[in-house]
Nanobody, 123 residues
Framework: QVHLVESGGGLVQAGDSLRLSCAAS????????MGWFRQTPGKEREFVAA????????AYTDSVKGRFTISRDRAKNTVYLQMNSLKPADTAVYSC????????????????WGQGTQVTVSS
């Protein structure tokens, strides 16, 4: 079992920055990579970014490339999502998840999920 807890969401203005954190505990060695997904009401969960625990290789969806950066601190079992130049379209509930596959963009490949943190970007 892997337990994930997100933090760092909030209300910001367009152009501002936020850093989300995802603290993992439990059998963290069982996960190969961590991902961030986001969801708004009435829409499907959307892949944002993923990173492998071992090598730190990252992948991003096109809409956040150049603005978001995913990173991990293995000593703290924590994954971060630095979000810069935020846009109203980034408004969503952001959730982190753990996968036994590397850098998957499919939410069905993620086994453990956090409870999510709300990010709201006003124009």
């Amino acid at each position: 079992q892997v337990h994930l807890v997100e933090s760092g969401g909030g209300l910001v203005q367009a152009g501002d920055s936020l850093r989300l954190s995802c603290a993992a505990s439990g059998r963290t060695f069982s996960s190969v990579s961590m991902g961030w997904f986001r969801q708004t009401p009435g829409k499907e969960r959307e892949f944002v970014a993923a990173i492998t625990w071992s090598s730190g290789i990252a992948a991003y969806t096109d809409s956040v490339k150049g603005r978001f950066t995913i990173s991990r601190d293995r000593a703290k079992n924590t994954v971060y999502l630095q979000m810069n130049s935020l846009k109203p379209a980034d408004t969503a509930v952001y959730s982190c998840a753990a996968s036994v596959l590397p850098l998957s963009a499919q939410y069905s490949n993620y086994v453990y999920w956090g409870q999510g943190t709300q990010v709201t970007v006003s124009s």
